[in-house]
């Protein structure tokens, strides 16, 4: 049921942790490096496994046993710099970059974590100077452009940030940091429509990247970057509707709660979010709550089938069978091809008993959607009650074919298989069911002392 919405495609942020605050900016470890190949020792492969497990202490230990091991080990100087830095030792990381640089003055990274460094200890003027050096090794490195920018803002060379922003801006144009940054220094000079500009396209990119990380389960970022979405646009409703998406799958169901209200109090059209809240309330059995909003959003958008599948949904979690079949029905009537609203439909009609409607459905879904396994096996169950074993296994193997992993299809097929006479292959389906983890087909081979392993 989550459903993240966005303005335009973005791109997430690769190799790059800067993350600017929305009050004092600050500069940021790049740790891209942390997880290069190991060199000659192992321990550099066992310190960056541990650095990916966060255990810095255990990590770092690692990097100096690799460099005593190999002293000329840049790679190990690096990442146990970068470590380091986010530990707070920024002397004692400034050395390690130091040494990987004589060891490798091409390595990029580490000219990059060092500017970092002395950003840090306050040596802006040092910093700028290695973070020129990274770009003449690699001139699209976004992060040190804007780390860069950071370096000139405090040396105040607002023209030059300016300038780091916008170059940061033409080679990662989903990099909210970029425009945040530029715009404020827009404003600095006087011109605020152009900050005001920026500034809301930062605002969609900090969405957009939160939609990004939520699709690929980084949900802690994404609650990140959506935070400072609402930060600058309090008034964002769709940010507070993803928003409360990430909460929900992070647990904190409170929170989400709170966040779809907002969401609506801010856009009261939203069906979206109206679905987004019906679905948590039915989490946290209100009933009522949730069917209200379910019908808040049917009213919105009378034709969006999903509405009517959610809210069929819930009539089931609630108990009522014969409502939720009739939300199935109107779903049919709006889209005659879904194949889910026959499906769900065919599995409410089985459940009251009324087992030639939801074999006509599960029947349909086979037509509009082939590789419906379960359409298949649900099909094939009814068969079976029905006394047609040759039809049910027709059905069951054609469920096996889509998904080999089917347990219970082996088993129902086993069933029909010994009903017709063939022992042998009833008794290869319950031994599959068995190994695929089916404790009643185990059970059944157990008492009949026939093992599957």
Do not use: C
């Not at 900016?25 to 740790?31: D, E, G, I, L, S």
């Not at 290069?36 to 966060?54: C, F, H, I, S």
């Not at 970068?82 to 400034?94: E, Q, W």
Request: charged share 25%.
């Amino acid at each position: 049921m989550n459903r993240f919405r966005s303005f335009f495609f973005s791109v997430t942020l690769v190799g790059l942790v800067y993350n600017q605050a929305i009050s004092a900016p600050a500069a940021k470890a790049h740790n891209q490096a942390i997880s290069a190949p190991a060199a000659k020792a192992d321990y550099l492969k066992t310190g960056n496994e541990k650095a990916a497990k966060g255990d810095s202490k255990g990590a770092i230990a690692d990097y100096t046993k690799a460099i005593a091991v190999d002293a000329k080990n840049a790679q190990a100087y690096q990442n146990r710099g970068v470590l380091k830095l986010g530990s707070g030792d920024h002397s004692g990381a400034l050395a390690d970059f130091a040494k990987a640089i004589k060891l490798n003055p091409r390595y990029a990274e580490a000219w990059y974590n060092s500017g970092v460094a002395r950003n840090e200890l306050k040596d802006y003027s040092g910093a700028i100077t290695d973070y020129n050096k990274a770009l003449e090794l690699n001139p699209k490195f976004v992060g040190v452009y804007l780390n860069r920018a950071i370096a000139k803002t405090a040396a105040g060379d607002n023209a030059g940030a300016m300038a780091d922003y916008s170059k940061a801006i033409e080679y990662q144009p989903s990099s909210a940091e970029a425009w945040y940054g530029r715009g404020i220094m827009k404003n600095q000079a006087g011109d605020k429509d152009g900050s005001v500009a920026d500034l809301v396209q930062a605002v969609k990119a900090w969405f957009n990247n939160g939609a990004a990380r939520a699709s690929k389960g980084d949900f802690k970022g994404a609650l990140a970057d959506y935070d400072k979405a609402i930060t600058l646009s309090p008034k964002f409703g769709d940010a507070f509707n993803n928003r409360g998406n990430v909460k929900k799958a992070l647990g904190d169901q409170q929170g989400a709660l709170a966040d779809y209200t907002k969401a609506i109090e801010l856009n009261p059209s939203s069906a979206v979010s109206y679905s987004n809240r019906g679905f948590l309330k039915a989490m946290l059995k209100d009933k009522d709550g949730s069917l209200a909003d379910y019908g808040k959003a049917i009213e919105l958008d009378q034709k969006n089938v999903q509405w009517l599948l959610a809210r069929g949904q819930a009539h089931n979690v609630f108990g009522n069978p014969n409502e939720a079949v009739a939300d199935y029905t109107k779903a049919v009537k709006l889209d005659s091809k879904s194949s889910l609203a026959y499906l769900n439909r065919g599995n409410t009609l089985f459940g009251l008993g009324k087992k030639t409607e939801a074999l006509a459905d599960y029947s349909k879904v086979i037509e509009l959607d082939p590789k419906n396994a379960d359409a298949w096996f649900n099909r094939g169950f009814i068969l079976a009650e029905n006394k047609d074993n040759a039809g049910s296994i027709n059905d069951f193997s054609k469920a096996i074919e889509l998904n080999p992993g089917y347990a219970k299809a082996f088993f129902k097929r086993s069933v029909a298989k010994s009903a017709l006479g063939d022992e042998k292959g009833a008794i290869e389906d319950m031994k599959q069911a068995a190994r695929l983890g089916l404790e009643n087909a185990q059970s059944v081979l157990k008492s009949r002392k026939i093992s599957w392993q």
